[in-house]
């Protein structure tokens, strides 16, 4: 079974520009979350989605951030314009509709540098 | 609040030592506390859990257990090899809550 896929690996821009990241749960996971590590920093929660619907989206930093999960399947993150301190690794973790913290399944992560 | 606080990294050590990466934890309720593991190129990975006081987890050599006199929920392994490698974060999460709060992971490296 195919775990949880994140694209791009790594995404290098420039301040100002948009990138958008895409994560791919394991086929049937009804509940996504997004979590951004700053480096050398605690990895933090973002957001959580259950299927197309956001249940939390109280670690979303700022309006620049947009999440979107269309069709309940795989989910973007889009950064609109970047700015420096939004470098860092995000990943991706999904579980069942059942499942606790203890069963979130985390894609390996998208490094994000903004120059 | 709730917050984790492990020891920083990097820990490096020769093959077959003995590890501990220490934790500790503020909680206002009575959290299950986790420890998860990431590999090189690949996603954390749940590596063992604990959910009440005094609860020891293991798996693949690795333990832990619940203190909640000081605390704390250090890993500890008894003899460590190359392929344990990786970044180790220590979580914990409140009852009812599916979202973790981890702590800044400490990178082990193994030199054989």
């Known amino acids: 079974e195919a775990g949880v896929t994140q694209f791009p690996s790594h995404s290098v821009i420039e301040k100002g520009q948009t990138v958008t990241l895409r994560c791919d749960p394991i086929s049937g996971h009804d509940n996504l979350y997004w979590y951004r590590r700053v480096m050398g920093k605690e990895i933090k929660f973002l957001l959580h989605f259950v299927k197309e619907s956001k249940q939390d989206e109280s670690g979303m930093p700022n309006n620049r951030f947009l999440a979107e999960r269309t069709g309940g399947t795989y989910s973007t993150l889009k950064v609109q314009p970047a700015e420096l301190e939004d470098s860092g690794v995000y990943f991706c973790?999904?579980?069942?509709?059942?499942?606790?913290?203890?069963?979130?399944?985390f894609g390996p992560g998208t490094r994000l540098t903004v120059l | 609040g709730n917050s984790v606080t492990q020891m920083e990294g990097p820990v490096t050590l020769s093959e077959e030592a003995f590890l501990t990466i220490n934790c500790t934890y503020t909680?206002?309720?009575?959290?299950?506390l986790f420890w998860y593991v990431q590999y090189p190129g690949e996603g954390l990975q749940l590596l063992l859990k604990a959910t009440k006081a005094d609860d020891k987890g293991s798996n693949k050599g690795f333990e832990a257990t619940y203190r909640k006199e000081t605390t704390s929920f250090h890993l500890e392994k008894g003899s460590v090899q190359v392929s344990d490698s990786a970044v180790y974060f220590c979580a914990l999460s409140e009852r009812g809550s599916y979202i973790p709060t981890f702590g800044r992971g400490t990178s082990l490296i193994v030199h054989p």
């Open positions: 973790a999904s579980s069942p509709i059942a499942g606790g913290a203890n069963e979130q399944f």
């Open positions: 909680a206002t309720g009575y959290p299950s």
